[in-house]
């Protein structure tokens, strides 16, 4: 059983922004756009870097335009390998933070630097920072979903992709573990590797809201389906999935299991790659509403949603949208998620 710790401070109150209301462009139009943002990239020596879960528009852009499209852990990686000055991050502000850590020489730009994350949100620093010090036996592991400031107090630093391989690491040395934020995926690891984990009391508030009753509706209505679930998915929805996993790991799911349809458990901004991987496949949301619902499935992040061409684009043109980290967080955040991506080249090789 998790030993799930209350914060010691409240934490900060998750504001869920409205839906960007963004005018509507024909094909003429977003072909127009696109255009200009290449153009500008160009000159200003930059690279767009998307996640998954951003919008298809953005995607697509970063592919055609020799940028990189993926999830938290490869987002990280990209900024270190390209020879670009600027990096353009849509996605959520943790991952335009993790990308100036590791490039700190370079510009990072973010279409909109209000696009948070609910598990950043519910772990405040001083919170968190005192939760530690209560616990000076634990290994510190935090999730990539946090601050610059969680991750300078940290251990190591962990993306989905790469959470089970370091948990089971630290156990073999028989450390014990204090995990932040995601209680759901924290659960799901102790599951998985026997670690003695003490777990921060957060959530996705996108992940949380798959209902388990429905989804086994839509299991029977399927029933030749694969289930594919995020673990920062609650524990009945998890214990469905034919496979649990990364945004990544999901992905190569749909390319390389044989079933014709399959069921998703994540943000509704991964279909677009799937598509890619496996276009004659059926792709079907997972629900995240009850009976009588007006949405039978609403599972998109409101604030991967806050990225768009449209801002994409003034972000180029005023470079008014700038991460930029207090340098002695930056020195310290800098070792941990480092630490991760030596293990990840050492054990993974990738």
Same mark, same amino acid.
Request: hydrophobic share 45%; glycine share 4%; charged share 20%.
């Given at each position: ?12 109150? %998750? ?76 996605? %959520? ?36 920072? @005192? ?133 998703? @458990? ?85």
């Amino acid at each position: 059983m998790s030993n799930l710790s209350t914060p010691i401070l409240s934490p900060r109150t %998750v504001e869920v922004p409205p839906h960007p209301q963004w005018p509507i462009l024909n094909t003429e139009e977003t072909a127009r756009m696109k255009a200009r943002i290449r153009a500008l990239l160009d000159a200003q020596n930059a690279v767009l870097v998307a996640h998954y879960y951003t919008d298809e528009a953005l995607q697509a852009l970063a592919e055609e335009s020799g940028g990189c499209v993926a999830d938290s852990l490869e987002m990280a990686r990209f900024g270190t390998t390209t020879a670009a000055r600027t990096l353009i991050v849509c996605g %959520v502000r943790f991952m335009g933070e993790t990308a100036k850590i590791l490039n700190p020489e370079k510009r990072v730009l973010m279409p909109d630097l209000r696009a948070t994350c609910s598990l950043d949100e519910s772990c405040p620093v001083d919170a968190f920072s @005192a939760f530690c010090d209560a616990h000076p036996d634990h290994a510190v592991v935090v999730y990539a979903n946090t601050s610059a400031a969680v991750k300078a107090r940290a251990d190591w630093v962990v993306t989905s992709s790469i959470a089970l391989p370091i948990i089971k690491h630290l156990t073999t040395q028989g450390q014990k573990i204090l995990w932040a934020p995601d209680k759901h995926l924290g659960r799901y690891i102790e599951r998985v590797t026997g670690a003695d984990m003490l777990l921060w009391d957060g959530a996705c508030i996108v992940h949380e809201e798959f209902k388990s009753v429905a989804l086994e509706r839509v299991r029977r209505l399927h029933p030749d389906a694969a289930v594919l679930v995020h673990p920062e998915a609650p524990d009945d929805i998890v214990d469905q999935a034919d496979v649990v996993g990364s945004t990544t790991q999901l992905i190569r799911a749909v390319a390389e299991l044989p079933n014709s349809e399959f069921i998703v @458990a994540t943000d509704a901004g991964i279909f677009w790659k799937m598509r890619q991987f496996a276009p004659h496949k059926t792709l079907i949301p997972a629900p995240t509403a009850g009976e009588g619902a007006t949405c039978e499935s609403c599972a998109h992040c409101p604030w991967m949603a806050m990225n768009a061409l449209q801002n994409l684009e003034q972000v180029l043109r005023h470079g008014d949208q700038e991460i930029l980290i207090d340098p002695v967080i930056r020195k310290r955040a800098v070792v941990p998620i480092q630490r991760m991506l030596n293990f990840a080249q050492a054990s993974i090789g990738r």
